[in-house]
């Protein structure tokens, strides 16, 4: 039952990109498109945020009678979230590489990658604590 929610969950982040993907795909200039996939990209990292912040209290709920074993948890989450924001800033330079630099281009690529990104680590954290 569980992973059937995680399976809609994560389908419903999907197709919130793709329908963000629809509207911008819409706009008429670069400004319009950069607009809208940074609009996008601020929506999902303020998702990401909240989601983030959802995770260590359902960890503190889950282990609240062990403080041991919630310190290490949260401790390990905040690596864990540390070493993912490493790696999508990466493959975001990686996928925004072939684009200038400081040009509209390079930041909506950019915008683009980490709304996507994001909206991934999104329903990863809705996972925790693992079971």
């Not at 940074?38 to 709920?61: F, V």
């Not at 403080?67 to 924001?85: F, H, K, M, N, V």
């Not at 330079?93 to 980490?114: I, P, Q």
């Amino acid at each position: 039952m569980k992973k059937g929610i995680i399976v809609f969950l994560f389908f419903g982040v999907l197709q919130n990109y793709a329908n963000a993907q629809d509207v911008c795909g819409k706009a008429v200039n670069d400004g319009e498109v950069f607009s809208c996939f940074n609009s996008a990209k601020q929506a999902a990292e303020k998702t990401l945020n909240e989601e983030y912040i959802a995770a260590k209290n359902r960890i503190a709920a889950e282990y609240s009678a062990s403080p041991a074993d919630l310190q290490s948890y949260t401790s390990t989450l905040t690596e864990s979230q540390r070493g993912w924001l490493k790696y999508r800033d990466g493959q975001c330079n990686l996928e925004s590489f072939m684009a200038e630099k400081g040009t509209v281009t390079y930041d909506t690529l950019k915008d683009k990658c980490v709304a996507r990104v994001d909206l991934e680590r999104v329903e990863q954290l809705k996972a925790i604590p693992y079971e």
